[in-house]
């Protein structure tokens, strides 16, 4: 397996979080990735559109972190990079494990992202690694 990690380390405290906790499960499983980084949460589902559309990936992992401010923008980037995510995987037939954060504030993205190992079953980076894992093993059931 080859997989695709896009993230966007708009807040890199968080993000470094997530990525090692994708990176340690892909790695506890012998699976090569790379990883490619973007400006936001709005930008990750073109970059794995691009990346989809190359046919090298297997599957892709997104990353990133959007924290509630003072205006709806929240609510729009949460929802389109929701939405385009799923249009891409569905388009390209190719899992893509959703590790982008949406809180309502800061500690809520560190307790989400923390590379504890203590707290690994709760770091949604290892979390959207395993769903993706998890659908490329029944992608290859499936095919047999």
Known sequence: MNIG???????KHIID???EGAT????????????????????????????????????L????AVIRGETAHFDYVCQESARGLMDVSLR?????GNGILTVENENQALARSSADESMG???KGN??????????????TIQR
């Open 5 to 11: 990690i896009v993230l966007a380390p708009y807040y």
């Open 17 to 19: 979080g997530l990525y």
């Open 24 to 59: 340690r499960y892909l790695s506890g499983k012998n699976i090569d990735f790379q990883y490619f980084e973007v400006a936001g949460a709005l930008e990750i589902p073109l970059a794995c559109q691009m990346l989809a559309e190359t046919e090298q990936f297997d599957g």
């Open 61 to 64: 992992i997104a990353l990133g």
């Open 92 to 96: 390209h037939n190719i899992p893509i």
């Open 121 to 123: 079953k709760h770091n």
């Open 127 to 140: 979390e959207a690694a395993h769903a993706v894992v998890s659908l490329l093993e029944l992608k290859k």
